[in-house]
């Protein structure tokens, strides 16, 4: 999560003819700019997650919300490479200058583990994975801390990716 720059004035048009929107005279009855700017920003985010369902990106519960030239997106990506394209797709619509990204992501997370005294990264794969031999994945999730799989100590945190497939 966090916020991403882009440049304002490259990306992609959405074709709603409002990709910048412009300022027109007010008549007494005409909505005001701020109601003009409403609309189009709302104009802008059906089109922003019309973009991203044609793109085939994992999300669900997609929301996107325009102000202006900065847009806010949430939901639960299914991975992290799906998030990222989402942030992308997003920042790199014509007139957007920032992605606020507020997504989750469903993909497990890793988690951390201390060890204790007695411990080998054997015996934490066989604990956290069901199998000693799964060890090099913990051994790899923390290189370039750990520099030989034997070389661990009490009290250190290891990070213990999830098992892929």
């Known amino acids: 999560m966090g916020i991403f720059d882009f440049v304002k004035d490259a990306g992609?048009?959405?074709?709603?003819?409002?990709?910048?929107?412009?300022?027109?005279?007010a008549a007494p009855s005409a909505p005001t700019a701020a109601d003009m700017q409403a609309a189009a920003d709302r104009r802008r985010a059906m089109g922003m997650v019309k973009m991203i369902?044609?793109?085939?990106?994992?999300?669900?519960?997609?929301n996107i919300r325009v102000d202006d030239d900065t847009v806010t997106v949430g939901g639960t990506a299914a991975t992290q490479e799906d998030r990222e394209k989402i942030v992308l797709a997003v920042g790199n619509v014509a007139g957007?200058?920032?992605?606020?990204?507020?997504?989750?992501v469903a993909a497990p997370k890793a988690t951390f583990y201390t060890v204790q005294s007695g411990d080998t990264l054997s015996k934490i794969a066989k604990e956290h994975y069901g199998d000693a031999m799964k060890y090099p994945v913990i051994f790899e999730a923390n290189k370039p801390m750990l520099e030989h799989p034997d070389k661990?100590?009490?009290?250190?945190?290891l990070r213990i990716p999830p098992l892929e497939g």
């Open 53 to 62: 369902g044609e793109l085939g990106l994992g999300v669900e519960e997609l």
């Open 96 to 104: 957007i200058a920032r992605v606020d990204d507020q997504m989750e």
């Open 12 to 25: 992609k048009k959405l074709g709603f003819g409002d990709d910048e929107p412009e300022a027109r005279p």
């Open 152 to 157: 661990i100590y009490p009290g250190q945190q």
